[in-house]
């Protein structure tokens, strides 16, 4: 993505319209009641074959205080001082109003670099709003229609030269997942450096959880400044967005996402379509961070909002916020613990941060979480070093016979990373039960050290030969003894 565009303007122009024509996808909520984005929301624009960074704000009101309203102006003049560019958008029905020839001038002060639009121009009824549009002194205005794509030509050709200006700030693209290892480098060591975060590929981290569990305050603290809104109104994030950082050294990229409530709850139509917002973030993400509150952990809310992430291959931390709050810490850590091991089997082993958004304590801990599950998402193992293991297991602990018919364990390589994805060759791989798959991923975590990170294991039948069959795998008696001692 070559540059950032801030779409701004009154409420009810437009802006989410054009950003989701832009984005080709319905990223931003709309609907027609005023004031529906409250947050900045950022997207990959795409425009014929010009890339850029799209950024939909809450319309600019004319209030100063500390009101919603007050929060959302604030927040939107942020974004035009971070924006390279500015697309200033105005009701070609309605024409220019006092409120247009404000934030006219305060677009004049705060960005060099302005478009103005004319939305809802298409025909007749557009005519008046465009010639009134010259007196804003923004220059020539670009008719524009986001709702029937019309316009978007002339939005093309004003924006080409901004290409050029920004090409050597190239954003980086959507994380990779399920990533093929070729088979050539199944016997290769891989340094985890190797994948460590950089300037032009960040870590992705979604935040996710149940609302007003202080998700915006959390990262407000994390990047050092109020990028987002926050308030005692439940709920108030409803778009998910993003924001970049050096967060202790490692760049980041998080993602704020709207509070999740109970299905049941969720009845009116712009909380639906945040709950959908919100789990559409986690598949941007590499590590999903949930954040639960210390006073209501763990409803079931939070368990299948967990369960979603891991279900989508990413790395899981769970952090228990407002711990500040909490008079019997070393009791209620032991019981949340507990808890997270009952109800959470499938991730086994998850970092359990607790944290302070408000005070900021705890927050190096849970960055040094995020970094380990991201490093034990990238994680590869050698081929030699699966089978051994693998012979350990099933001597500890021979595969079932059904019908009288034992299942053969071949070999074993790793054919994926992010998350690690495993391949077992075996004879009769359809008749392998859940049970003895479970008995694999949980010593794969422990042996190997993969906590927190989802675990894929297929079963295929090989008809080749096979390629360890030669092989001895000499199983060390420490590692026989540890599988031994292991519980089904």
């Not at 801030?6 to 054009?18: C, D, E, H, Q, Y």
Request: charged share 30%.
């Amino acid at each position: 993505m070559s540059f950032t565009l801030a779409i701004v303007g009154r409420p009810n122009v437009g802006k989410s319209t054009l950003f989701n024509r832009l984005v080709g996808r319905k990223l931003a909520l709309v609907d027609d009641q005023p004031g529906v984005t409250r947050d900045l929301r950022e997207g990959d624009a795409r425009l014929f074959d010009l890339r850029f960074t799209v950024i939909d704000t809450a319309g600019l009101e004319e209030v100063t205080d500390d009101s919603l309203q007050g929060r959302m102006r604030r927040l939107t003049e942020r974004a035009v001082e971070m924006a390279d560019v500015c697309l200033f958008l105005i009701d070609g029905r309605v024409g220019v109003t006092p409120s247009d020839e404000v934030f006219a001038d305060i677009l004049r002060k705060k960005n060099a670099r302005v478009v103005l639009g004319v939305n809802k121009a298409e025909g007749a009824a557009g005519d008046s709003g465009a010639l009134e549009a010259w007196s804003l002194g923004l220059g020539e205005p670009v008719r524009l229609s986001a709702e029937h794509g019309e316009g978007m030509d002339d939005l093309y050709r004003i924006l080409t030269p901004f290409r050029e200006e920004f090409a050597e700030r190239e954003a980086m693209n959507t994380p990779e997942t399920e990533v093929d290892i070729p088979e050539e480098l199944g016997d290769e060591e891989v340094d985890p450096a190797a994948h460590r975060p950089t300037a032009k590929k960040p870590l992705q981290i979604a935040v996710i959880g149940r609302p007003n569990a202080g998700k915006s305050t959390l990262i407000n603290k994390i990047i050092g400044e109020d990028r987002l809104l926050t308030g005692p109104e439940a709920g108030i994030t409803r778009d998910a967005i993003s924001v970049r950082s050096d967060w202790m050294g490692t760049p980041v990229r998080i993602f704020d996402t709207a509070g999740m409530r109970k299905k049941a709850r969720v009845v009116e139509k712009l909380e639906k379509l945040s709950v959908a917002d919100g789990l559409r973030a986690v598949r941007f993400a590499e590590v999903v961070v949930v954040l639960l509150d210390v006073e209501i952990p763990f409803e079931t809310q939070d368990l299948r909002i967990a369960d979603y992430a891991e279900t989508e291959g990413r790395a899981v931390v769970v952090a228990v916020n407002k711990w500040d709050l909490e008079d019997e810490k070393q009791e209620k850590l032991a019981e949340l613990k507990e808890m997270f091991e009952r109800l959470l089997p499938q991730l086994r082993g998850a970092p359990l941060v607790t944290v302070s958004a408000k005070t900021g304590r705890g927050l190096d801990r849970l960055h040094d979480a995020i970094v380990r599950a991201h490093d034990v998402w990238n994680k590869r193992i050698t081929t030699a070093r699966l089978n051994t293991w693998l012979g350990a297991m099933t001597e500890a602990h021979p595969p079932p016979a059904p019908g009288g018919h034992r299942i053969k364990l071949r070999y074993m390589t790793q054919v994926k990373a992010r998350p690690p994805g495993f391949v077992v060759m075996c004879s009769r791989p359809d008749e392998m039960p859940e049970s003895y798959k479970r008995y694999l991923v949980n010593g794969l975590r422990d042996h190997f050290e993969m906590p927190g990170v989802p675990i894929r294991i297929m079963f295929r039948s090989q008809s080749d030969k096979n390629p360890f069959r030669e092989r001895k795998f000499h199983t060390p008696s420490r590692l026989r003894k540890h599988i031994e001692g292991r519980k089904d």
